[in-house]
Every structure is written in structure tokens, then in C-alpha cells.
């Protein structure tokens, strides 16, 4: 793609064209389910006491382009890192090595070993283990750069969410592009913009399918006499993406015939049991809507809550987290998978010193794929005391070209550049160890969009995107054997040029999708 037509990219509107496009997107999002639930900051609980208002989504008005070679190659891998973050699972031994500088300086990694321990301790219930997985990439160009490069900015093993609103935004954006010229929706006629230039996006089926499968996996009920089975999602208070999850699980019950309930963390307690008299220790769930004495047991618990501090906001969270790993049923993730998707795990894999981990983990995979996949890696530093990561974090001027990371999920918590030396000398020393230097990603020339916030606002610029590709993965704890490994569905996510924070649940990015050059 030439420079003039990145630079002309994406295609003027007047302000009329816009004020109508801006309108076309809202009706479209309202009618279509691509909505979330207003935040508090827009609309009061005042306003909304009983809960039943929604608005669009973030998106864009336009796909934003992307390099097509960087996209391939991240579907490409990622059945590979699905297999990568299996085999980490299941050596718990090296995971609970890496996680011993963790355990005395952060308490929430601390409590889910635990939560690990306890349960090792009486024995699993459940052997198979089921991942829904979210690689997310940005092309990378460094000076001198002939092409971009795919780096990777993590990997989620936990709630890897919006593939249910992805997956409507390239719906959307294909609509408006595949409209003939001078339809009422027609985008304004750009190179980029032809027929079938949007790819498909399979993550709702992808994902689904995962979860059908596990719930098959399964197999009968445990119980006696023999009860229905279910899958269960297992959700936050307070949920403003809920329809995301509900284009899974609507997928589940009209596609794959299973039934799907949702239930708070904070309810798993009340509403689900383990019985004491059976071995197999099935997970119950009883409905409170369904008459008296209804249960159903839970063939695979999907968790959309539990991967930040405040999802545990007493220990009863924590015991309800230990009850539901506990069970026989199939978790997604278990604890072992959560902590195998922390910082610390991807800066360990990313050591261009020591042991071959990635041969280690992958003793099937050919070199030359393993060696892509390393290079996906961007270079990353512990801040132990003879690092290169203290030298680098300390310095404002290499801090500059640098992000500190916790090990933690959900956007909004990272340090960025020159802001690194202060803040690590303003806490104490010996909690350096919990956060992990990366080198920063640097995107190609900002492509340009206009934005439509969830609020109505409408803003337009220079842009960046973080690509997410999805994968799912069932296979056996106790073995290591691989039952399903599927990639399938993208997330595109941008936000504006020289915002540093990612996430667009935090109100940093909105969706959108791509086109390829």
C-alpha cells in the first residue's frame, strides 16, 4: 500500500456525511446488540435505578488497516500458543518455581497458589482443563524497518473477553463496505475499502465451540440419581459488557443445545454445592427462579471474574474461588492456567539467556515454528538486582522506551516511560521483583479513524490497534494430551495516538476491525 493512500486513509466526510454515519452506527449498534451498559460516569444509578438502559459500544466509523502478513502469522501461531500455555499448565513445578519471588511481596498471586495448594492437597476432581485464549499483537516498526514486524503485548488466559462484540463490529463495518455506491450506506469510495476487504471474524463459534466441547468432554452426570448438566458463567457484579457474554451464550443454547446459566461470584456460595457423600465431587448448581429442589450439575464453570484483586473483596471470594476448583467440573481457567497466563510467565519465556524454554514446553514443534514464535517475543527484563532490567528501568533515558508491568489483567495498571525511575523509587525495594520491564511496541505511522464513544462523543485521529486473535484448547492435566486446539475469531482494538493505556472496558480504546495491506 502506498503512503498516499495510508495517508488519505480513511476517506473524508463532510460533516454531513459524518453527523449520518455517526446516527447509522448508533441505529445499527441499538438493533444489532452491540451495546454495553452505560458507566456510572454517564449515566447515574439515580437515573437508572433499575438497570434497564444500555448504549453502543466504543467503535470505530471505519476498519482500520493492518498488515496482512502480521495477521496471518497471528493466526498462524496461535494453536501453538495454545499448546505453549497447556504444557506450562501442566508443570506446576516450574510454575511454583517462578512464582516463589512472588508469593511474600504480592498477595493476590500468593492467594492463588493457595488456592492451588489447598486443592493439590485433597486431590483434583477434575483432570481436563479448558483455555479460552486471547493472544494480543501490535505490528511492530523499528527504525530502519523495511516491513512490520508482529510482537506480541501478552497473553490471556483468563476472561479473554469480547468476542461477542468483535465479532458484530466486523458485521457492521462489512455491511457499510459491501452496500453498492450510492446507498444510503455506502462508505465513500476508497482503495482500501473493497468488497470482502474485512476478514472474517469466527469468534462467537470458535469460543462457543470450546465450551460445547468441554461440556462434552464431560461426559454424564456424577450425581445419583443422574441430574441435567449445564455449563456455568461465573460473572462480576455490576457486568457493563454483558452482552458479549451473552452472544456465547446464546450461541450454546441455540447452536449447541446446553443449557447456560450466569451466576455472580459472589452468589457461587449460595446458590451452588458440592454433596459430601459423593467422591466424584460434582459441582450443583440450583437455579433460585426454578421451583424448589431443581439442580442441575455444572459440567464446565467459564469465568468472567476472578482474574483482578478487587473480584476478591472478602474471604468468602476466596472460598468460593477454592469451591469451584474443588469440583469435578471442568474450569476455564483452572488457577494453575491463571497464573500460567501472569507477566512474569511471558517475561521468562521472552530470556534470550538460560534454558530453552519454548523447546522445552514444545518438544514436537519443528525449529523453524518455534523460532517464529520467539520472535514474536518483545525483549523483556526482571528488575532483579543484577538485571539489566534495573539499569534500564532506573535510567529516564532508556525508561523512556519502556513499560512496567504487573502481573496483572484488565488494563489501567501499567507505568510508562520517563514516569518508571519515580515511581519505582517511591516504593519500597523489595517489591521491584513483582513487576516486569518491556520494551515498547512501536506501531507504523498512526493510520487515522473517528471514534464513537459509548457517551456520544465523537472523536477523530490519529489512531493505534492492538490485535487480539483467539484459540481454544481442552486437554488432559494429568497427561498433557490435547483433546481440541482450534484458533478461530479476532479482536481489533484502537485508541488514540499518545495514549499509552490499553482496554477498552477501562475507556482507553474502542472496538473496530481491519482491513489488510
Known amino acids: ?70 495477521f496471518e502469522e497471528a493466526k498462524a501461531l496461535q494453536t501453538v500458543y495454545n499448546k505453549l500455555y497447556a504444557a506450562i499448565t501442566c508443570n506446576k513445578e516450574w510454575i511454583g518455581k517462578i512464582m516463589e519471588d512472588l508469593i511474600d511481596v504480592d498477595d493476590f498471586i500468593s492467594n492463588l497458589w493457595k488456592v492451588h495448594i489447598t486443592v493439590q492437597e485433597e486431590g483434583y476432581a477434575q483432570t481436563l482443563s479448558l483455555g479460552l485464549y486471547r493472544s494480543d499483537y501490535m505490528a511492530h516498526s523499528p527504525s530502519g524497518s523495511t516491513s512490520p514486524q508482529l510482537k506480541q503485548v501478552e497473553f490471556n488466559t483468563i476472561s479473554s473477553s469480547f468476542g461477542g462484540l468483535s465479532s458484530l463490529v466486523t458485521s457492521l463495518h462489512s455491511e457499510l463496505l459491501n452496500s453498492p455506491p450510492g446507498h444510503p450506506l455506502a ?43 449445564c ?8 457486568e457493563r459488557n454483558i452482552f458479549d457474554q451473552l452472544a456465547l451464550s446464546r450461541q450454546l443454547t441455540k447452536v449447541h443445545k446446553i443449557p447456560v446459566f450466569r451466576l455472580l461470584s459472589s452468589e457461587v456460595l449460595d446458590h451452588t454445592s458440592i454433596p459430601d457423600s459423593n467422591p466424584a465431587r460434582p459441582l450443583i448448581y440450583h437455579p433460585p427462579y426454578f421451583p424448589s429442589g431443581t439442580e442441575f450439575e455444572v459440567t464446565t464453570v467459564y469465568l468472567r471474574c476472578f482474574y483482578t484483586p478487587t473480584d476478591y473483596n472478602s474471604p468468602r471470594d476466596w472460598q468460593a474461588r477454592t469451591h469451584l476448583e474443588r469440583s469435578a467440573s471442568i474450569k476455564c481457567p483452572t488457577v494453575l492456567n491463571q497464573l500460567a497466563g501472569s507477566k512474569i510467565i511471558q517475561q521468562v519465556l521472552a530470556t534470550t539467556t538460560g534454558p530453552d524454554h519454548l523447546t522445552s514446553f514444545l518438544p514436537d514443534t519443528p525449529e523453524p515454528l518455534i523460532s517464529r514464535l520467539r520472535a514474536t517475543f518483545a525483549p523483556q527484563y526482571d528488575l532483579s538486582l543484577d538485571g539489566q532490567g534495573r539499569a534500564l528501568a532506573l ?123
Do not use: C
Not at 476508497?190 to 470458535?206: D, I, K, Q, Y
Not at 455449563?231 to 455490576?238: D, K
Open 187 to 229: 462508505y465513500p469510495q476508497h482503495p482500501l475499502l473493497t468488497s470482502g476487504a474485512v476478514p472474517e471474524n469466527t469468534a462467537v463459534e470458535t469460543l462457543s465451540a470450546g465450551l460445547a466441547t468441554a461440556h462434552t468432554a464431560y461426559g454424564p452426570s456424577r450425581s445419583n440419581p443422574k441430574l441435567p448438566t
Open 395 to 517: 535510567n529516564p533515558e532508556t525508561a523512556s522506551n519502556h513499560v512496567l508491568k504487573p502481573q496483572r489483567e484488565g488494563g489501567g495498571n501499567n507505568i510508562y516511560k520517563t514516569a518508571i525511575p519515580d515511581f519505582l523509587r517511591s516504593i519500597p525495594e523489595n517489591e521491584w521483583k513483582r513487576w516486569i520491564l518491556m520494551e515498547l511496541i512501536h506501531p507504523p505511522a498512526a493510520a487515522k479513524n473517528v471514534a464513537l464513544r459509548s457517551d456520544g462523543e465523537v472523536l477523530a485521529g490519529g489512531v493505534i490497534g492492538e490485535l487480539g486473535v483467539y484459540g481454544t484448547i481442552l486437554w488432559d492435566q494429568a497427561g498433557g494430551e490435547v483433546l481440541h486446539n482450534e484458533q478461530g475469531g479476532w479482536l481489533m482494538r484502537t485508541k488514540a495516538e499518545g495514549v499509552n493505556e490499553g482496554g477498552v472496558a477501562t475507556g482507553f480504546s474502542s472496538l473496530d476491525s481491519i482491513v489488510l495491506f
Open 1 to 70: 500500500m502506498s503512503d498516499s493512500v495510508y495517508e488519505n486513509y480513511p476517506p473524508y466526510l463532510n460533516p454531513a456525511q459524518k453527523e449520518f454515519l455517526v446516527q447509522t452506527v448508533k441505529d445499527w449498534a441499538t438493533q444489532n446488540g452491540l451495546m454495553v451498559r452505560p458507566a456510572p460516569t454517564f449515566i447515574s444509578k439515580d437515573s437508572n435505578p433499575y438497570g434497564v438502559l444500555a448504549t453502543n459500544a466504543p467503535v470505530t466509523l471505519f476498519p482500520s488497516p493492518f498488515p496482512k502478513s502480521s
Open 231 to 238: 455449563i456455568l458463567f461465573v460473572v462480576q457484579e455490576n
